[in-house]
């Protein structure tokens, strides 16, 4: 007689397809193996993370700034690690020329009457790369390559060629962008 009404109430439930409703058919907490998580509520903010047959795991957010690090089986908040000076010389070594971060002998040519000050910045196209040509009267004495992006000057050296009155500034530059 009990299976009879329970029946009879679940009939009630289905809808015109033939299925049940999940908010008026179904009560309790849904398992794993019918399609749920196993679990009525889920704290806000946090991250799930699949727990096999079990109800997923969860990660707090932690601390702000914190990011998700693996330990090899499982995830936690964890401040993001400090860069090392080993890790950045190892990135900067293996930079390509003129990569964002390196750092490069550049001169401005006496065609762009660029003054260079300590920390200014300027873009690779008012600049070339230091030393590329021997000089050669015209007073230019700097190779013909351009830098891409954008510069800032660790200091500068002005240089005067006696013959034609042409200025040089060549510097130490840090690319930064």
């Known amino acids: 007689m009990t299976q009879a009404l329970n029946l009879g109430l679940l009939g009630n439930n289905v809808n015109t397809s033939g299925q049940v409703s999940l908010t008026a058919g179904v009560s309790g907490t849904l398992p794993m193996a019918n399609g749920g998580l196993g679990t009525t509520t889920l704290t806000a903010n946090n991250v799930l993370l699949g727990n096999g047959g079990s109800s997923p795991q969860v990660v707090a957010p932690g601390t702000s700034g914190n990011v998700l690090t693996s330990n090899g089986s499982t ?57 590329g040509s021997a000089f050669n009267g015209t007073g230019n ?21 006696a013959c034609c009155n042409h200025f040089v500034y060549g510097t130490v530059f840090l690319r930064i962008s």
Do not use: D, H, K, Q
């Open 141 to 161: 004495g700097v190779s013909a390559t351009t830098p891409a992006g954008t510069w800032r000057a660790m200091g500068y050296e002005r240089s005067v060629f």
């Open 75 to 131: 995830w936690t908040s964890a401040a993001a690690p400090a860069p090392s000076t080993a890790n950045v010389l190892a990135a900067t070594a293996s930079a390509s020329l003129g990569a964002v971060g390196t750092y490069a002998f550049l001169s401005t040519p006496t065609s762009t009457n660029l003054v260079i000050n300590p920390g200014s910045t300027a873009a690779g196209s008012s600049l070339r790369y230091a030393g």
